[in-house]
């Protein structure tokens, strides 16, 4: 069974700090991994998608990473800013369960001004 | 561009009444769609996802039920909602397995 964990759970910076979130998975045999932002009591907006033959993807200011062979992804986040703060979530897409989404519990950024 | 829709926003419902939430989705056609669960504190739980009209598949047994009468719509039902269905329900939509998820921007369902 896919389990992905992210830690950690919550994360505290000043603004224009850079920084790294994490999310590892269990099993690597992985379609994808998909990174996502969600605000509070809103529906979670994709940031990045990285298929399993990727090493890394890049939106702006974010740089997401795969490591397949470890389990590792990481999401970094250029200078950081107030707008920046949000719970980020990683999921993992795999075959055999590949018709739903493995999620991370996420980690709920706070920058502060 | 495709968007997908969700409603109502908010809802709350007694005990015992019976539930409908619809998601819809525009710009695209034979989406993979998908019910999650977000309890508080908690990761997000799928509940059915759909390949296609009629077609359902269940992740976890339990109080609702999903149909999908066409194409782009997908209704999440339940005939008696208990306290325990409470929570944050999420849309999704995506073309196939390798491709970028979307989601809609939720539900957020108060049994009392």
């Known amino acids: 069974k896919q389990e992905v964990t992210q830690i950690p759970a919550a994360l505290s910076v000043p603004e224009g700090e850079n920084l790294v979130l994490n999310c590892s998975f269990t099993d690597s045999a992985i379609y994808n991994l998909q990174w996502f932002r969600q605000d509070p009591g809103k529906g979670l907006t994709s940031l990045l998608l990285i298929q399993s033959s990727q090493r890394e993807q890049t939106s702006g200011r974010l740089n997401a990473s795969l490591d397949k062979s470890s389990g590792r992804s990481t999401l970094y986040i250029a200078a950081s800013q107030p707008g920046d703060s949000a719970t980020y979530l990683c999921?993992?897409?795999?075959?055999?369960?590949?018709?739903?989404?493995?999620f991370g519990s996420g980690t709920q950024l706070t920058v502060l001004p | 561009s495709q968007t997908i829709h969700q409603w109502p926003a908010t809802l709350v419902q007694p005990v015992g009444s019976p539930l409908s939430l619809e998601c819809t989705v525009e710009?695209?056609?034979?989406?993979?769609l998908y019910w999650y669960r977000q309890a508080a504190g908690r990761g997000l739980q799928l509940l059915f996802y759909?390949?296609?009209?009629?077609?359902i598949s269940s992740e976890v047994p339990q109080n609702l039920s999903a149909s999908r009468p066409q194409d782009r719509q997908f209704i999440l039902s339940s005939k008696k909602l208990l306290l325990s269905d409470s929570g944050f329900y999420l849309c999704a939509w995506r073309w196939g397995l390798n491709t970028e998820a979307f989601f809609g921007q939720g539900t957020r369902l108060t049994v009392v």
């Open positions: 999921a993992v897409s795999k075959p055999g369960s590949a018709r739903q989404l493995t």
């Open positions: 710009g695209t056609s034979n989406p993979n």
């Open positions: 759909s390949v296609g009209i009629g077609q």
